[in-house]
């Protein structure tokens, strides 16, 4: 009943999964090492970064890059990377993994001592999974072999309903959860212990906000020091592999200052990658940057809204750990590109939160963390524990590691099945220099402008999506208001004549109006999934009021809880038993 562009066209899944006591063979070929064995189908972007070692009773395996390898292999005194890396992971892991920067995951097994240390990179850029049970476990970056793992070999696992209520409300995760019970993320900043059966995790690495006094000047020079130091850092490690920079544009202020400010220090073989509906601000403005910074630019416009159609796929790379719709048109941009001959995607993702903040009022931001802020629906009314909120000193502390990281950073794995992914505003240190600067200068992007005016200035004479096509300028702010009242009038005048608001990147709910197909497609998709046997009666009829009476992204947001429900458990919970 489905179109076939959804849900029969084949989905690559790049990634690798390690196992102790499971035969792993379901996924194809797979090498022993012993007491465990490992099945790669790597990107392999970077494999000189990578790390595969087996010998002395070790396995020690790293997937991603890093940018610090020569001061690392230096600092153990080793004059390889395998042997320096395996070699201080298995001494001191926690202070050489708070030394480490880039994006990396993976696992060090000490097989006489029958412990794995299982470690993400600081804001989990490289996501990580594990499963436990007694002498058994599984790593994996990818939910979707594990689950096959554990079919093959007649494990039996549960549906995880609270999963479901996150993506009903939030859109994205909130904790370690999948949609299978037995199923864990490792959190950003954090490594594992597995011994025993038992699971210990430490975290090495927190967001937080240290702040230091400083003048205005002050911080925009400490800003400016740590942001090229971190775009350095990542067109470097292209530029050491011979690729093309491959760097996101729109009409935003992140992605602009990444490739203005690559630029501007000498990394001008960029290709920049737009996408929104087109003749939209994003679609105007990105492509006059591109055009006088002498960039080789693609558009791809996301009128014809075929990446809604996306749904197993979009799951299947996410894990599910988010909104299936999150990325629009960024999977099907990548899946369209030669890939090959990029290394990573510099985005400027958080970029506008990190340099700015999530909210304006610093006795809410810097306050006790609370529920019900930045949720895609509020339709099903979800309770969660307390004790999660426990775990942050602030509500920015929160939003950032949840909604940022957990959420919005979700879309990095889709993207890593064509290329690595990076943001120089989610470097390590830039991330600390942007939290140690004062609240008040943050706030309301005051910093974040009188940044781009003082070392950027040019950077300013295109408008800002977000201003209704403004200069982002302090001066211009009285015309941003007269826009942004224009903009809420035009919303309200539609709302009153029932015509559908076009003025968006993707105005997904005016597309949905008008495609009969789509509206098929996803009456069919719901209608084929709704009767799963793992959801309950309560799970099932609030599925249905998100689909039936929502908008297109509570529809969307329904549906990928169908859609992880259908790849992962079939029609029946705990498959097979």
């Not at 099945?39 to 087996?54: A, G, K």
């Not at 505003?425 to 220099?433: K, N, Y």
């Not at 009242?485 to 015509?499: D, G, I």
Request: hydrophobic share 35%; proline share 2%; glycine share 8%.
């Amino acid at each position: 009943k489905m179109d076939s562009r959804g849900m029969n066209e084949k989905t690559e899944l790049h990634g690798w999964l390690a196992a102790k006591n499971f035969n792993i063979e379901c996924l194809g070929a797979v090498q022993n090492l012993g007491e465990c064995a490992q099945y790669n189908h790597l990107l392999d972007r970077f494999p000189e970064d990578c790390v595969f070692l087996s010998e002395e009773g070790r396995v020690c395996f790293m997937d991603g890059y890093i940018y610090n390898k020569s001061e690392m292999i230096a600092s153990a005194a080793r004059s390889d990377w395998q042997h320096s890396f395996a070699l201080s992971l298995f001494g001191d892991g926690k202070a050489y993994l708070q030394k480490l920067r880039g994006a990396f995951c993976g696992y060090a097994y000490d097989i006489g001592r029958g412990s794995v240390l299982i470690y993400t990179d600081q804001v989990s850029n490289k996501a990580l999974y594990y499963y436990v049970q007694g002498d058994r476990w599984i790593v994996s970056d990818c939910v979707y072999y594990m689950v096959q793992v554990m079919r093959a070999n007649n494990i039996a696992y549960h549906y995880n309903r609270k999963a479901a209520q996150y993506m009903l409300s939030y859109g994205y995760m909130l904790d370690d959860s999948t949609h299978v019970e037995e199923i864990h993320r490792l959190l950003p900043g954090c490594f594992a212990l597995i011994e025993n059966g038992c699971v210990e995790i430490q975290k090495y690495y927190t967001i937080c906000s240290q702040e230091v006094q400083m003048s205005e000047q002050e911080a925009v020079e400490k800003v400016d020091l740590a942001f090229r130091e971190a775009v350095r850092r990542e067109f470097e490690k292209d530029r050491e592999y011979g690729y093309q920079h491959l760097v996101d544009l729109s009409g935003g202020l992140d992605s602009r200052m990444v490739s203005w400010v690559a630029h501007d220090m000498g990394f001008t073989d960029q290709l920049n990658m737009a996408y929104s509906r087109s003749g939209y601000l994003d679609d105007r403005i990105s492509r006059q940057i591109a055009c006088d910074l002498g960039h080789e630019y693609l558009f791809k416009p996301l009128d014809d809204a075929r990446w809604l159609y996306d749904i197993d796929r979009n799951v299947r790379q996410n894990n599910g750990a988010a909104l299936y719709s999150g990325i629009t048109g960024g999977g099907r941009f990548l899946r369209a590109l030669n890939t090959c001959k990029f290394g990573i995607e510099h985005t400027g993702m958080l970029g506008d939160v990190i340099l700015s903040s999530y909210y304006q009022d610093e006795s809410f931001s810097k306050g006790a963390p609370q529920y019900g802020y930045n949720q895609y629906s509020t339709k099903m009314g979800y309770n969660f524990a307390p004790e999660l909120l426990g775990q942050y000193r602030t509500q920015e502390e929160f939003v950032i590691a949840t909604r940022g990281v957990l959420g919005m950073q979700s879309s990095y794995m889709i993207r890593q099945h064509y290329v690595e992914t990076s943001s120089p505003f989610m470097d390590v240190d830039f991330m600390d220099t942007a939290f140690s600067i004062p609240f008040k200068y943050r706030s309301r992007h005051h910093l974040y402008l009188m940044w781009i005016k003082e070392k950027y200035p040019e950077a300013a004479r295109y408008g800002w999506e977000k201003w209704g096509g403004v200069r982002p300028k302090e001066s211009h702010l009285l015309l941003r208001k007269i826009r942004t009242t224009q903009r809420l009038a035009k919303q309200m005048m539609c709302k009153v004549l029932k015509t559908e608001n076009r003025d968006s990147m993707n105005p997904a709910d005016a597309w949905y109006a008008e495609d009969m197909e789509l509206q098929r497609y996803y009456k069919a998709y719901y209608e084929d999934n709704i009767d799963n046997g793992v959801f309950d009666e309560t799970l099932r009829n609030n599925l249905s009021i998100m689909f039936r009476q929502g908008n297109v992204t509570e529809k969307s947001m329904a549906l990928t809880v169908l859609s992880a429900a259908r790849q992962y458990f079939g029609s029946q919970e705990g498959m097979p038993r």
